[in-house]
Nanobody
Framework: QVMLVESGGGLVQPGGSLRLSCAAS??????MGWYRQAPGKQRELVAT???????NYADSVKGRFTISRDNAKRTVDLQMNSLKPEDTAVYYC??????????WGQGTQVTVSS
């Protein structure tokens, strides 16, 4: 079992920045990442990072978001810059254990609005 606890999120104006953090506990993990789900839409990948530091980003966030990971602390962060109203969503931390079973955090709301 893997438990994920998220922090960060909130309300920010367009063009602003936010940082999301996620801490994992329990079983060993492989890839970690962030997904998001806007109202009325399917959950979508935002960014992932492997234990070796290889990253993958959705085209919509490339150049604006940066994912990072601390393997010793078992944390993954998402720095979000130049936020747009279309980034508004519930953001979920994701991790896969050594069998590639996925786990999810409880979600944290990010609202970009003036």
């Amino acid at each position: 079992q893997v438990m994920l606890v998220e922090s960060g999120g909130g309300l920010v104006q367009p063009g602003g920045s936010l940082r999301l953090s996620c801490a994992a506990s329990g079983s060993k993990i492989n890839s970690m990442g962030w997904y998001r789900q806007a109202p009325g839409k399917q959950r979508e990948l935002v960014a992932t990072i492997t234990t070796g530091g290889t990253t993958n980003y959705a085209d919509s966030v490339k150049g604006r978001f940066t994912i990072s990971r601390d393997n010793a602390k078992r944390t993954v962060d998402l720095q979000m810059n130049s936020l747009k109203p279309e980034d508004t969503a519930v953001y979920y931390c994701n991790a896969a254990d050594l069998t590639w079973r996925p786990y999810w955090g409880q979600g944290t709301q990010v609202t970009v609005s003036s």
